[in-house]
């Protein structure tokens, strides 16, 4: 058996989400890894599409932000961002958007703009940037985000965008007809939402994690499906991939260390 | 009027006063990091800044006392870390209070669209669900008058001066933007005012394809030749993003003190010229 961190099995089993015919639009962060290694292995036709404008990119190494020249270059079209939020966003032509947190709740609503009060913050973070309008406008959202109490809270502090809100039909009420979180993958198990109350529920656990690790790293009362699956682990070409491209990145960018 | 080739010192001096609301933009690209250290050492207070978003030359300004409000969407140090500036700002008070009034992208993006179209205000699907509305009265939800759907309303952005960098202007003073091209065009029409540094002033345009992201002379203010003027950022087809000094930038505004003397000594004793060096140490 091949060997691999709790962070490239949550790497491949979020790749793995991604279908070559989506178009997905990638959030900063963890999300980027993820949606290359699906292009670099079962999905090369998917279409990733960074707010920054670029559409249809391919970077042979990972951006260092949103903005990399890499991005522009390798793509299809670079477009305005207005454009971006307007037509290609807002217009309804992205099938999936991939985003991280700060802090999550059960029902997938996602803080990426304070810690504590808004007027009195404990921690001020960067903000929503575009994850308000993916959250709503894309076919649907897949979260990926290492699992802690911390990050997995019973409510989070600020809800800078919506996922199920607080459960059942109310994500609709907003007017929102969008499909929302429909996959969380963790660094150890992959959860999905309750057909009926919209609760995340585990429906299949990483190789050699116990249900306790994910009681333990999680704020809120884990439910866990009646046929629990065991997520297949990376194979051997999804880990060289995923390495190639991560010693390529750290290569390319070590000059500007 | 036609856009004026002037030095820097000259186009912040004419162009930006106390209290003006102005749009420093880069969408992590092209960021007009050598205007920001001249306004910082004209000593320009009270402004309203309005940025996508923010990341290290308005942690300068910020830090650097310029700054009474900032309009953003997203601040950071992208792929660093926070900004340590607009931090003890929001939370500590420090230089002084800062205010904040914050949006989404797609609200900003469609306000500077809006600017650029002479709208009062932007319309879009947008802040469904979030808490942002809450805490930000300049977001609003409207009717629409056909469907009935609720749609949400930002004021269009209408700074006074907005403040870019792109790669060329020919000698008449028109415009070339080429890579990542932001809301700098927008942002140029949607203000009454506009500064436009650029890596080099060329003869024409010959071998520019037809669709180019341009303006005309005529549509901007002021232009002025600063050769590595988006160092640390970068200037596509010139110059790579300086990462090393990302990284550095998160220990130097991480303490007030060492802020300060880099201020001293990089901006106060520094000057435009200082950043074609950068260009040439970042060129990949």
Excluded at chain 1, 199 to 224: L, Q, Y
Aim: proline residues 6%; contains cysteine; aromatic residues 8%.
């Amino acid at each position: 058996m091949v060997d691999y961190t709790p962070t490239e099995m949550m790497t491949v089993s979020a790749s793995r989400a991604l279908k070559n015919d989506d178009v997905c639009f990638v959030g900063i962060g963890m999300p980027s890894a993820a949606c290359n290694l699906a292009r670099l292995t079962h999905a090369p036709e998917l279409t990733l599409i960074y707010e920054s404008g670029t559409i249809g990119t391919k970077p042979d190494v990972l951006p260092l932000s949103i903005g990399d020249g890499e991005l522009c270059e390798t793509a299809v079209n670079t477009v305005p961002v207005p454009e971006m939020f307007r037509y290609w966003l807002q217009g309804g032509k992205i099938s999936v958007g991939f985003l991280g947190a700060a802090q999550l709740d059960k029902y997938g609503n996602i803080n990426t703009t304070v810690i504590g009060d808004y007027d009195d913050p404990k921690v001020r973070l960067p903000g929503g940037g575009g994850a308000p309008e993916i959250a709503t406008s894309c076919g649907e959202v897949f979260l990926v985000m290492k699992q802690s109490k911390r990050g997995f809270v019973e409510k989070i502090d600020f809800v800078t965008s919506l996922g199920h809100g607080k459960g059942g039909d109310d994500r609709a009420s907003y007017g929102v007809d969008t499909k929302g979180p429909s996959r969380l993958i963790t660094d150890l198990c992959i959860m999905e939402p309750h057909p009926v109350g919209k609760h995340f529920i585990v429906t299949s656990i990483h190789p050699g994690v116990k249900r306790e690790d994910i009681i333990e790293n999680t704020g809120w009362a884990v439910e866990f499906a009646d046929e629990l699956a065991e997520t297949p682990v990376p194979d051997a070409h999804e880990l060289q991939v995923l390495r190639d491209l991560h010693a390529r990145t750290a290569k390319a960018h070590e000059g500007q260390q | 009027m036609v856009a004026r080739f002037m030095s820097l010192k000259e186009a912040v001096a004419s162009c930006i006063k106390d209290g003006d609301t102005v749009s420093m933009e880069g969408f992590t690209h092209l960021i007009p990091h050598a205007a920001g250290h001249e306004v910082i050492r004209q000593g320009i207070r009270d402004l309203t800044l309005i940025r996508m978003t923010p990341d290290m030359i308005y942690d300068q300004l910020i830090g650097a006392g310029c700054a009474r409000k900032l309009v953003f969407s997203w601040g950071g140090n992208p792929g660093v870390g926070s900004l340590h500036r607009l931090r003890d700002a929001v939370q500590e008070g420090w230089p002084h209070k800062l205010e904040i009034e914050e949006h989404s992208h797609a609200a900003m993006a469609n306000a500077y669209d809006a600017g650029a179209a002479g709208l009062p205000c932007a319309v879009f699907k947008g802040y469904r669900g979030a808490e942002l509305p809450r805490v930000n009265k300049n977001i609003k939800f409207i009717e629409c008058p056909f469907t009935g759907e609720s749609l949400a309303a930002v004021p269009a952005i209408r700074p006074d001066v907005a403040v870019v960098h792109a790669q060329k202007a020919n000698k008449k003073g028109d415009v070339l933007f080429e890579g990542i091209v932001g809301v700098q065009k927008e942002a140029v029409l949607a203000a009454k005012k506009s500064i436009i540094t650029v890596e080099e002033i060329v003869d024409n345009f010959d071998d520019v394809p037809y669709n180019a992201v341009m303006l005309p002379n005529w549509a901007v203010t002021a232009i002025v030749e600063v050769p590595g003027g988006a160092h640390p950022s970068y200037a596509q087809g010139y110059y790579k993003r300086d990462n090393a000094f990302y990284k550095a930038w998160d220990k130097i505004a991480n303490d007030r003190d060492s802020f300060t003397a880099w201020i001293d000594e990089h901006v106060m004793k520094g000057g435009p010229e200082d950043f074609a060096a950068k260009r040439e140490a970042n060129k990949g």
